[in-house]
């Protein structure tokens, strides 16, 4: 689905740099989004739900925008975390 709205949204345009919004740059982003996750969830350290979430932001937003995506929402993830540990 995410790569069906990411498509609609910025077309096919395969003759485009990869930082565009195009086909590739989705399915990079896919790829990319899933990949990071990938390992922790070999080791057990995440779910299910953060790799297919992280796949389905790759997807959606593209190549350019997953990775600061998933550095800035694991920060404010550990942010949250320690104010309610310290509550």
């Known amino acids: 689905l995410g790569l069906a709205l990411g498509f609609g949204m910025g077309g096919v ?3 485009e740099p990869i930082t565009r919004h195009t086909l590739l740059s989705h399915l990079a982003g896919l ?3 899933f990949g990071i996750f990938l ?3 070999w080791m057990r350290a995440v779910k299910g739900g953060e790799v ?4 389905a ?3 959606l ?3 350019p925008f997953v990775i600061p995506a998933i550095f800035w ?3 404010v993830g550990a942010i949250m975390g320690l104010w309610i ?3």
């Open 85 to 87: 540990h310290l509550m």
């Open 39 to 41: 390992i922790p969830w």
């Open 61 to 63: 937003a593209g190549f």
């Open 31 to 33: 790829c990319i989004g």
């Open 52 to 55: 297919k979430l992280a796949a």
């Open 13 to 15: 345009g395969l003759d």
């Open 57 to 59: 932001i790759g997807a």
């Open 73 to 75: 929402s694991t920060v």
